[in-house]
């Protein structure tokens, strides 16, 4: 019998708290009356272990849960102002959080779609003479290190483009009307270093690069899919190019994308073994190379400078100081991308644990507000188990609503991103809502609904509720200091967040507004590259089709002007060479951009001559050789010296230099956005003869009128020949600014979320303050305060929390401010305007959120919230 | 019974239905272990098949032991056993009734 009676009452302790009184009775009732023996006792006793559990597993029924979940659905439907700041907030915290790890994840993360990636090297060429970190290789070099290195099992190179990019080659595909395509030009062995196979057909082989046998062509799946219309058995067949016959050979996945996406074809560098091996200048090649295995970057780096040493040895001329550089292929890629990238995920994973802090302080708040409601149903038997389960069913409920919001908000992020960033970010065709992702998604839905879940558990577990009904709900004052001090992060947070937007956005407003010196309005450009073919004999016709093109526009209606050149300024395009002028011993060897021009170029972009002339249709190859340089090159080198008349030149060093006659002086084009101009030469393109030019008019007809005017003029000289690129210049102006654009927009963004964050936070604790005192606040009013002094207190206290915050934020960004310095314009790192505004912003909506609940003072009727008591 | 229910939860239902009013008698009457007999009776009173109430506290110190509680059938509990009984294939009245006759 007294085991039987043990076993009960060890049993009880399984029952529900709310059944287990009565449960205990029952059992030992029927013990006491019905067990003639000891064994029959403990017989009926064994069952009691398994009717306690099946009681407490009842609680834990899908009906007793949905039920819960009903019941917080019902609670939070009155309140839809909290359930949309709380929810509200998860869903940016989350959004935030979730956009920029798919964009993340995609960049950084997801290994290039190469077969063994991580053995696969970039290399390039460093030489502290020219301040090159990684420049091109020469194709001498590049041919030396191939044969020369013991740590690759191959090395392949492609043409250089601007930045670290691959050159994306305009060709001609021929047709009616024809049509400019891109193509990457590599060596033949390039897609077996990737170790990537074509889809269909085959990539090229070994020799295939040799000139003469390099009319070989793979396509991209893209390009096959929309100018072939996807059409089977084109392996082997023709594809007219710049006026040639090319075969076509393969056709690659569509997953394969290298360096950009854009490409549409790639075709061999066509490239003589032998002759290439002797040019050590210049250098335009990017190398890449697939590692042996076992073999490090550190032992490839080293055993590619042994290479570059016996190089300098043998070639002091060329190769003085000249080391290489080598590193991951997926760095190269991603390089300039990964610490912004890192900073902004470090940032949203911060704002969402920021976010979190304020829904639990708004549940904080809340259930200080209810704790009437919750004695009542305690009262009423409510377990402390089932109304702590309650609660955490409405932080469910809040948190599902936050995790969906969220992802939505993600998913339109992204593709918005995808949609405007990829000229600016690498790898972008990878970002996208990856299963991955979707793990990250709900691994953070779960840690978010834990850690809004746990404040009420802890509320009901931790503080002895029925005590806290009995005070009548003031609060402990630690977990109210635990609030402020979060309400005074997400302040100060928020004043660097937005002082950083307001300085990115007049930094963008600097750069936009800068004085170009020239007039865009009514500049119209498209480039024109002459197929070699028809124009490359000798001598070159190349200048004399620009000289004739630029003619004929002059007469036609509407247009002012017309020139050529080998680039224009701001939106990209010089070449640059080595410094000589004749009698100045001093400066060789110093950088110097160049840029080939016709007749009436300068004249058209509308800058001012200072001294001497222009280039002239007259400056032809049997006159002597002329430049025109840029003011800041007459000022640096000629100070108070007459520049023209003297002679300089920028392709030595060689043995025959070409020395040019200085004829004038221009005043300065900007090179770069943002940035001073350096010193510039401007070249006779009939003495350079570049088949590949941009042209240039100028006319104040709509820009739609002028390129109609522009192919109609080409076609007249050449039916064959497309416009590639037409459009207004201010246009590729616009283009150029698409990185402080999307700079502007994430900053504005990151800022508005904040500002939202710390106004929540300020609401959420305010409110949780006047709900807790309402008693006081009662005693206050019944002592002959008017309900206006006790809310001008309430929002003093609070307002002192703010103050705090905005301190820090102004210290924090002051002394953040080195890490902005570079990437503004036109305003200092430590811009008062932008703290200033942003501290004001801060105190009016501080106010503001202060202002909202503290009007419940308003409200309280000072005998209701006595006799509340 | 529109749950799934166990053929013991029947039987014990039934015990119930025909007079038995406490966890012994209900025990002996259907011959299962405390381990069933329990569970189902708790289950039975949550869906409102049985009600329970305490025995009266004179009578149970006359007999020198605690009160007992006593489970009773409500008429959705006779519902549900006669549904239950049918799907089974036993007929519905010849169980009722001895508990009819002992109610007079």
Known sequence: MRAARAIVRLSAWIVPAESRHEWRREWLAEIAGGCATGWRAWRFAMGAPRHAWSLRWQQWQPATLSADGRFAWLALRRQPGFVAAASGTLALGLGATLAIFSVAYGVLFQPLPYRDPARLVQIWEVNPLFNWTEAEAAPGNAISWREQNAVFTGLAWYLAGSDRHGAQANMTLDGDPPE???????????????????????????????PGRHLRVVLSDRFWRSHLAARAGVIGGPLRLNGAEWVVIGIMPASFTFDRAETDVWIPAAMDMAMARDVRKPHFLRVVARLKPEVTITRAQDDLTRVARDLERQFPETNRQMAVGVGPLDDWFVGPARRPLWLFFGGVALVLVVACANVANLLVARSAQRVRQLSIQSALGASRLRLARQAVAESFVLAALGTIVGALLATAAVRLFVAHAPALFPRTSEIGVHPAVGLFAALLALLVTAAVGIVPVLQVKNGDLRAALHEGGRGSSSRAGLSRAIVAIEVALAVSLLTGAAMTARSFRALVGVDLGFPIDGLVSAQIALPASRYGGTPARYASFFESLSDSLRQA?????????????????????????DGKPD??????????????????????????RTVRSSDRPDAPLVAVVNQTLARTYFNGEDAVGRRLAFDAPSKNVRWRTIVGVASDEPQELGKGASPMVYDSESQEERASLTLLVRSHLPAAAVIQQLRASVAELDKRLPLADPGPVSQQLHDVLAPQRLAVALSSVFGAIALLLAAVGVYGVVAGAVAMRTREVGVRLACGATARDVMQLVIRQHLRVVWIGLLAGGVASYLASGLAE????????????????????????????????AARVLRIDPVKALRAD | MSRRTGWAAVRVLRAVAQGARYGFDIIDVTGLPSGTVYPALSRHERDGYVTSSWEDLVKAHRDQRPPRRYYRITVQGKRALDDALAELGIEPASVLRPSRARAK
């Open chain 1, 587 to 612: 400066v060789h060897g110093r950088e110097l951009k160049h840029r080939s021009v016709t007749s009436g170029y300068l004249e058209t972009l509308g800058l001012r001559l200072i001294a001497g």
């Open chain 1, 180 to 210: 400019r395509i891109k193509a990457l030009q590599v060596s033949a062995n390039f897609f077996e270093v990737l170790g990537v196979s074509a889809s269909q057909g085959r990539t090229f082989s070994a020799g295939e690069d040799t």
């Open chain 1, 822 to 853: 570079g990437l503004l314009y036109g305003i200092d790192g430590r811009d008062g305007l932008s703290l200033g505004a942003a501290v004001a912003v801060l105190i009016v909506v501080a106010i503001a959120a202060c202002m909202v609940p």
């Open chain 1, 557 to 581: 209606p509407g247009i002012e002007s017309a020139g050529a050149a080998s680039g224009l300024p701001v939106v990209g395009g010089f070449w640059t060479g080595d410094l000589f002028i």
